[in-house]
């Protein structure tokens, strides 16, 4: 009875009929293209030759070498699969026009986005190498970085779901939500109360969602449902069972922004695992930051952009009506810079990753980084190993638990070649560890959503807070030593003592992780 309610229960599934349509549709591309091949030798030799010329394209792309290798592999051993796949998923018209949406949509809003020049020049003058990782992100994200304004940093999703709630509380003129997962359970049903009552105040009140990220978490066409409440509500690229790369793009940024002053943003989704009032993989260890002052008008701004090329709206809406100074009028408390900023996979800027990169390769004391996943490219493998050899502190904290055994086993594969530059690896056992964070020198931090993966750093839309001299760079190094004392160390040898099975098979998903 059981395993009927099992079967049941996934034929009545949305991901089986999209997944199942999927197939159908591959199934169907690859079966003209063998016919074809099968049917003339000229077609085949045609064929052949067309996948050498993608191939040699490929290879002359200004993209990720990882990338390359992946996809040269697939089509010179299955030409037909590899050259279907490539032809579905390498290239879309959809991504082109989508970033040309943003690139309008940045341009238009760029007065907003200039920065205060006084700020940049004190920056400068008390630290070069720090204003140039800030003039890096703001030359290339197009978001500058502040004063005025303060962080507080939670170390678990338990410590920052009541501080947003108290925050949601006193919202007066707008509210704006963007996650990538929304789950209906306590956490998603206090933060909706609390919405439909500020709808009913009079509220601006808008919410994105990712409709991959709540497939099986929202029923199907759930914005008509919040939209019956009062809340402007869309969803970012549905998900529809067509073959396209776009597909692939999905928003993972994590925005709750309340009044143009105050932001939230991290690791933690709207569900209840990530503040442990369900149980999923263990303990549930995700960290935030909540700002609080003019560095929460990127946060804004990358809102309202992400709005405007969803919505497709031709009207340009007038920024002004969201300007934090206009509802709070008192100037805000300052400590330290920060600078908010998000990172499209639409562009052939790989923001995310250059944070990090700049960070490891400026570090001069240590470098404490926690990541869920960690599949990692030459240039994110070579500089860590390089800051590990030149007496860098590099320490990588990763899930005891995993979420995905398939992912877990591919991150595992990277150890021996960190630990063997000295690099430490440390695995947080109570659970899974979903948190994004950089900390570096007792000066520089980064949180935000942006994982060590092809997905997040080459695929995903992703969004972080780097930090410098704020008050938090303390609690973010203190989080990291005292979980310490929760994790499991590990040892060459337990990388070189995986049997060969195992070892195999983590070589075959090296290969193709870019394409995972």
Known sequence: ???????????????????????????????IFLRLAGYSRYISFGLDVLSILIVLWIVNKKTNPSYKLAWTMLILCLPIFGLVLYLVFGQSRIATYMQERFTEILDLTGDYLKGDEITHEKLREEDSSACIQSDYIFKNSGYPVHENTTAEYFQVGDDMFPVLVKELEQARH??????????????????????ERKVKEGLDVRLIYDDVGCLTTLPHKYYEQLRQKGI?????????????????????????????????????????????????????????????????WNMTAMFLHMWSVVTGSKERESFDNFLPHRFHQEEFRSDGYIQPFC???????TVGENVYLNII??????????????????????????????GIDVRIMTPGIPDKKMVFLLTQSYYQQLLEAGVKIYEYQPGFLHAKSFVCD??????????????????HFEDGVWIYKNSVIHDIKQDFVETLDYCNPISLEFCRGRNAAVRAMQNILRLFAPML
């Open 343 to 349: 990172d499209s996979p639409l562009d052939d800027e």
């Open 232 to 296: 402007k509500c869309v969803v970012f690229n549905p998900f529809r069972p067509i073959l396209n790369v776009i597909q692939n793009n999905r928003d993972h940024r994590k925005f709750c922004i309340i009044d143009g002053y105050v932001g939230f943003t991290g690791g933690i989704n709207l569900a209840d695992e990530y503040i442990n009032q369900k149980e999923r993989f263990g303990h549930w260890k995700d960290t935030a930051v909540m700002l609080k002052g003019d560095a929460v």
């Open 361 to 390: 390769n400026r570090a001069k004391r240590y470098v404490y980084i926690c990541t869920p996943y960690l599949i990692i490219d030459n240039e994110m493998m070579t500089a860590l190993c390089l800051a590990a050899k030149s």
């Open 442 to 459: 007792d000066e520089i931090g980064v949180v935000g959503t942006i994982n060590l993966d092809y997905r997040s750093l080459y695929l």
């Open 1 to 31: 009875m059981l395993i009927l309610k099992k079967i049941a229960k996934l034929l009545f599934n949305r991901i089986f009929y999209v997944a199942f349509a999927l197939m159908v549709q591959l199934g169907w591309l690859l079966a």
């Open 174 to 195: 707008y509210i704006f939500i963007e996650y990538f997962i929304i789950h209906d359970g306590v956490m998603w049903r206090t933060i909706l109360d609390i919405l």
